[in-house]
């Protein structure tokens, strides 16, 4: 138990130095075992940073400074201590990050012309952009793809067609209109009106 305790109290003023360090360097001074114990704990907060496990970093323990793995467990967890806890980054930020990450997905998609990664990237996009299911499944991709469109035409209107792209353009008004026969249909009151009158003649 004295064991225990007086380790428990050793590394609390350990910590305590560091921290104070951090505060201020010029006046708090490390010694050279307290300044190898910051470096190894501001090197296992990098590698945790750059998302390397425990496990990883462990073995980077054991080969860079000879340590064991107990050892190793013990920096990680002073490092993030000293430093933060790194899996505390905020889901907000994570999202952020993933956006971004999608968007250069997007881009490098559109430069190779690979429309199916493309979507992909649309749809990470739109997941983690905070939109809803209701947002994406209203988007249609179909509407940003390159299609090539087929206009049927009547002969004539295409002789015609073919006539004024020789000068290298198409002038609609130029078109000579034909006239068609049709049929006024009047509207529902007029109707109405006609319905009244024949029922008061046939009275």
């Known amino acids: 138990m004295e064991k225990s305790k007086a380790l428990i109290q050793r590394g609390d003023s350990t910590m305590d130095k560091l921290r104070a360090y951090y505060i201020d360097p010029d006046k ?4 050279d075992h307290l300044e190898k114990l910051r470096n190894r704990y501001q090197h296992a907060y990098n590698l945790k940073m750059n998302y390397f496990s425990n496990k990883q970093i462990v073995t980077v323990w054991q080969k860079e400074y000879g340590l064991s793995q107990a050892q190793a467990y013990l920096d990680i967890r002073d490092a993030l201590n000293l430093f933060g ?6 889901k907000e930020a994570k999202r952020n990050l993933l956006f971004e ?12 012309g690979d429309q199916k990664s493309e979507a992909k990237a649309i749809d990470l996009m739109g997941k983690y952009g905070d939109l809803s299911e209701d947002d994406i499944a209203q988007f249609n991709k179909e509407k940003f793809e390159n299609v090539d469109v087929t206009i049927s035409v ?22 000579d ?9 009047k509207d529902i009151e007029d109707n109405e009106d006609i319905i009244e009158e024949d029922n008061d003649s046939t009275e």
């Open 177 to 185: 209109a034909t006239t068609i026969e049709y049929e006024e249909v």
């Open 85 to 90: 806890e790194v899996n505390k980054i905020s």
């Open 28 to 31: 708090h001074e490390l010694s």
């Open 101 to 112: 990450y999608s968007t250069a997905l997007l881009q490098r998609a559109r430069e190779r």
């Open 154 to 175: 009547h002969k004539d209107l295409e002789k015609a067609l073919l006539a004024q792209l020789v000068n290298g353009s198409v002038d609609f008004n130029k078109f």
